[in-house]
């Protein structure tokens, strides 16, 4: 098997299995209506069983032999073209990532309750409904997002998303995020995702608590094993962005903007897996 198949297969084995206990508890919980009024609750609150915190134990020790597979991938010589590649998509959207980072303020302000139904659902790891649908597509179309969403839609963007980060189970070391993604510039297309990784950018991980995403494919279709690449903050786009990339062809698999002020990504390149419930 070559490093690439062995990084794809390493990453889909561990995503696969965790993704598979979130979906047991997602489909037990999906009847539950969680309103705006209710407080979040730990990320893990609905899924800290023995069953899932073994499942996601064995993960990470797949998840740690994908990362060992990267490394060499990356000794090789492979991440300064990793690093050029992410940095260019960087500059591509920059203007687009400036004016989100700038907005995002003034939408915490203005749009509170409906970034608290998203934070809320989430948080239940409760799947699109009209609660979530009605949240995103009002901050989307909102005055303060409308015009870089659609500058995003412009430049081939399919999908917009919001991701609330924490640990996918307690006293493991592996990492991840829940959201919601909607198609632009419709607002169409909503699906509820998770992504897992070891202390990896894309997912955001339990340090940043959320983050705006811009994919290139619809919502539904932005699942699979990717690598990340951390471009940091000499772009003068805020503290880091995070490019990835799918496995196993290398395509461009989206961005994501940490949102969180004073905080910071360590890890520069990683692996994780993002799925759709």
């Known amino acids: ?24 508890g997602a489909n037990a919980v999906s009847n539950t209506v969680v309103d705006a009024g209710n407080t979040a609750t730990n990320a893990t609150s609905n899924f800290a ?5 073994k499942v996601v134990k064995t993960s990470e020790t797949e998840f740690r032999n994908a990362t ?24 591509e959207y920059a203007h ?23 934070r809320t659902a989430a948080s239940h790891k409760q799947p699109g409904n009209d609660h979530t649908r009605t949240a995103m597509s009002t901050i989307v179309t909102s005055q303060e997002m409308s015009g870089p969403v659609s500058d995003a839609a412009s430049k081939s963007l399919a999908s917009f998303a919001i991701e609330f980060g924490g640990n996918v189970a307690e006293g493991v070391g592996l990492e991840g995020a829940f959201g919601y993604a ?26 940043v608590d959320a983050a705006i995403g811009l994919i290139p494919s619809s919502p539904k ?9 951390v471009v940091e903050g000499d772009l003068d786009v805020g503290g880091g962005v995070v490019v990835s990339f799918n496995l196993p062809d290398f ?14 990504i360590n890890v520069s390149v990683g692996g994780g897996y993002t799925f759709i419930l």
């Open 1 to 24: 098997m070559s490093l690439f198949g062995k990084i794809t297969h390493g990453i889909e084995n561990a995503g696969r299995a965790v993704s598979n206990e979130v979906k047991k």
């Open 96 to 118: 687009i990532i400036k004016a989100l980072i700038s907005a995002w303020p003034k939408v915490l302000i203005s749009h509170s309750n409906d970034i608290n139904i998203l």
């Open 49 to 53: 069983s023995d069953s899932f915190n």
């Open 251 to 264: 395509s461009f698999g989206g961005i994501t903007i940490p949102l969180s002020a004073g905080e910071e």
């Open 68 to 91: 060992e597979e990267i490394n060499n991938l990356l000794n090789s010589g492979e991440k300064a073209l990793l690093k050029a590649t992410a940095t260019k998509k960087v500059k």
């Open 221 to 229: 279709n932005s699942g699979g094993p990717y690598i990340a690449v």
């Open 182 to 207: 909607i198609g632009i510039p419709n607002v169409t297309d909503l699906a509820f995702y998770g992504t897992v990784g070891l202390s990896i950018g894309a997912s955001i991980g339990g340090s």
